[in-house]
């Protein structure tokens, strides 16, 4: 927490720009530029395969082939490696979740070492996520959907990275979990998590976030803050085809 | 009835090697998706380690158990940083040919200076000798090779399965990206892998060679075996390459008690079984 209060709000923590890659001979980004400033909720919006999940694994350094430029707290990071990047202070939530099948639930919790002193207790996790308690020895992949979302999650605050990149968190699941994961997002920002999120539920997304970023055919093509949110409706429906 | 206790305690000693063999393509294979067809060749390494260290430098057998298998170790993990990383992510047939290719070099290096007879590697003394157990004459050595064995497969079964260290292991050979991406330095595990699974095989190299003698080509004889044993008890599972390892062992040495004539094929004839009835091995999971 300490590091959070010793950064100005609204400090440049990532910023990316002309961002490229290609997934073996594919190209999949054509240069996405935007950035994420202290303390913020930001969501890149946009249509399947426009981009955003390897927008995300891009500055998390697991896609083979990136050009352009990804800064992280003032350093150039576009071509280290993912653990380097990890021990600079950034956590990834995978899409798929990533839940360790040949571990418990306590392995899982514990797999990612702690990059940065700061992190959750392993108390606030279970203030956070009681499910998790009782299920601590059970396999990992036995949880609910739900239950492997919130594990996936947690496991990346004991750490003390404060900038977590979440890969639509909402997917699949039901309202009253999806309200759930909604409360701890907002709780984390509140205790001054930056967050990148990436989301095809965009009335899940309003609820949280500060800006929006809209991607499309491996670009960012739009945009705007909370605040502009109705005045920009119409134009979102068009993006997003909903 | 001797003679069958007798044979039993063959099929024990082979099982110890059997186990501690499979043990180690088990965990390799599970980290680095590599049939490791070196693995007698290092194996035979680890005897000649041994050797080495007692007729040039003087060093016996106690600290041979140690260091052979941390030299032997070394020389994998730059086996593996300098050829078999290159091969991450293709098809199993290159890593079979390559340490296919790295066993022939190696064994005709020693065969070249050594020959193809072997090289007496006398017992300790403090192990010489033998127990009557009233139903059989138990030589402590072997006593020895079969407890120590089970030891050390137990030890590299608590590492993997209930240690910190084992859990990094077994979630690095499910999704080795994303552990990466946690902040764990994934490749230099797969290296220190190797090199446990090198050492394994060097120690049972040290462990045979006061009773099978130090030979060149002693690990390609064994290692044919070794992998019906893997495939009867599935790749990539810890429990299963030990308790095969032994099971299969016994297996052998009652079929030379009860029918000789099918001690040499008793392990193929079972793999044929296993493998029509459950491809995946009686442990292993899912290719």
Redesign the interface.
């Known amino acids: 927490m300490a590091e959070a209060a010793a950064k100005p709000a609204g400090a440049e923590i990532l910023s990316v720009s002309d961002l490229q890659a290609w997934y073996g001979e594919s190209h999949i980004l054509h240069g996405v530029n935007f950035n994420v400033k202290a303390g913020e909720v930001v969501t890149l919006l946009g249509r399947n395969g426009a981009g955003k999940t390897t927008t995300l694994k891009s500055v998390?350094?697991?896609i083979g082939k990136r050009t352009g430029s990804i800064r992280f707290n003032g350093q150039d990071i576009t071509r280290a490696?993912?653990?380097r990047?990890?021990?600079m202070g950034v956590?990834?939530c995978?899409e798929e979740r990533?839940i360790?099948?040949?571990?418990d639930v306590r392995?899982n919790l514990?797999?990612?070492?702690i990059?940065r002193p700061g992190g959750l207790s392993l108390d606030q996790i279970f203030e956070l996520f009681p499910n998790l308690k009782e299920r601590l020895n059970s396999q990992g992949t036995k949880l609910s959907g739900g239950e492997q979302q919130m594990l996936a999650i947690a496991r990346?605050l004991r750490?003390g990275a404060r900038f977590l990149m979440l890969d639509e968190p909402t997917e699949g699941l039901a309202p009253v979990i999806i309200q759930q994961i909604g409360h701890t997002i907002a709780r984390l920002k509140s205790e001054g998590f930056t967050i990148l999120l990436v989301e095809q539920n965009f009335r899940f997304a309003s609820t949280v976030a500060d800006r929006y970023y809209i991607v499309e055919h491996g670009k960012v093509i739009d945009g705007f803050a909370n605040s502009e949110l109705s005045a920009n409706m119409d134009k979102l429906h068009t993006y997003l085809g909903v | 009835m001797q003679a069958l206790y007798a044979q039993l305690l063959v099929g024990l000693i082979n099982g110890s090697f059997y186990a501690l063999l499979s043990l180690g393509l088990a965990v390799i294979f599970g980290m680095l998706n590599i049939i490791n067809f070196a693995h007698g060749a290092l194996y035979m390494m680890g005897a000649f380690c041994a050797y080495f260290l007692l007729n040039i430098a003087g060093i016996g057998y106690w600290p041979a158990l140690i260091i052979a298998p941390i030299v032997v170790g070394i020389f994998g993990m730059i086996l593996e940083r300098t050829m078999l990383q290159w091969l991450s992510g293709l098809d199993h047939l290159y890593g079979l040919l390559l340490t296919f290719g790295i066993a022939l070099i190696v064994q005709g290096v020693f065969q070249n200076y050594f020959g193809s007879s072997g090289l007496p590697y006398a017992i300790p003394d403090e192990l010489k000798g033998g127990m009557n157990l009233g139903f059989m004459f138990l030589p402590v050595y072997r006593g020895w090779v079969v407890v120590f064995s089970l030891v050390v497969c137990i030890a590299t079964w608590y590492l993997i399965e209930k240690t910190r260290l084992g859990a990094n292991l077994r979630a690095a050979t499910e999704n080795p990206t994303l552990v990466r991406a946690f902040g764990i330095n994934v490749p230099r595990m797969i290296t220190l892998t190797y090199g446990l699974g090198v050492g394994l095989a060097a120690l049972a190299g040290v462990l045979s060679a006061p009773i099978n003698q130090v030979r060149p080509l002693m690990g390609a004889d064994l290692i044919i075996v070794v992998f019906a044993v893997v495939v009867i008890g599935g790749m990539g599972s810890i429990m299963g390459s030990i308790i095969t390892g032994f099971a299969l062992g016994v297996i052998e040495g009652l079929t030379k008690y009860f029918y000789p004539e099918a001690s040499n094929t008793v392990v193929f004839v079972l793999m044929v079984l296993v493998l029509l009835v459950k491809p995946a091995g009686l442990t292993g999971r899912a290719a």
């Open positions: 998390m350094g697991i490696s993912s653990d990047i990890a021990r956590a990834f995978p990533g360790f099948a040949s571990l392995e514990l797999l990612p070492p990059v990346i750490t």
